[in-house]
């Protein structure tokens, strides 16, 4: 069974910066479509960003233009880049991985944007 492993999550400050990262256990991580949902206190799990397994991305309107989603195949791993927080993305920052059809998520990491 694969195991998605999120960190990098913390507080920051608005208009600041992180990182985050989701490593995958598996072989078949380079055919997988990865992405990073976020749910945010009392409201629902939303995609923030999605990565296919051709590398083309798509991002959730509110953060397009701040956040970069990328891969790195060799390592397994997906990435969150997160510029200029705001509030509002506080949340709980999940990794999903899509592939022959089926979702495994990681357990989250908390993003805390402070004003």
């Known amino acids: 069974q694969v195991q998605l492993v999120e960190s990098g999550g913390g507080l920051v400050q608005a208009g600041g910066s992180l990182r985050l990262s989701c490593a995958a256990s598996?072989?078949?991580?380079?055919?997988?479509?990865m992405g990073w949902y976020r749910q945010a206190p009392g409201k629902q799990r939303e995609l923030v960003a999605t990565?296919?397994?051709?590398?083309?991305?798509n991002y959730v309107d509110s953060v397009s233009g701040r956040f970069t989603i990328s891969r790195d195949n060799a390592k397994n791993t997906v990435y969150l880049q997160m510029n200029s927080l705001k509030p509002e993305d506080t949340a709980v920052y999940y990794c999903?991985?899509?592939?022959?059809?089926?979702?495994?998520w990681g357990k989250g990491t908390l993003v805390t944007v402070s004003s």
């Open positions: 990565i296919a397994a051709g590398g083309s991305t």
């Open positions: 999903n991985r899509r592939v022959f059809g089926m979702d495994s």
């Open positions: 598996g072989s078949i991580f380079s055919i997988s479509d």
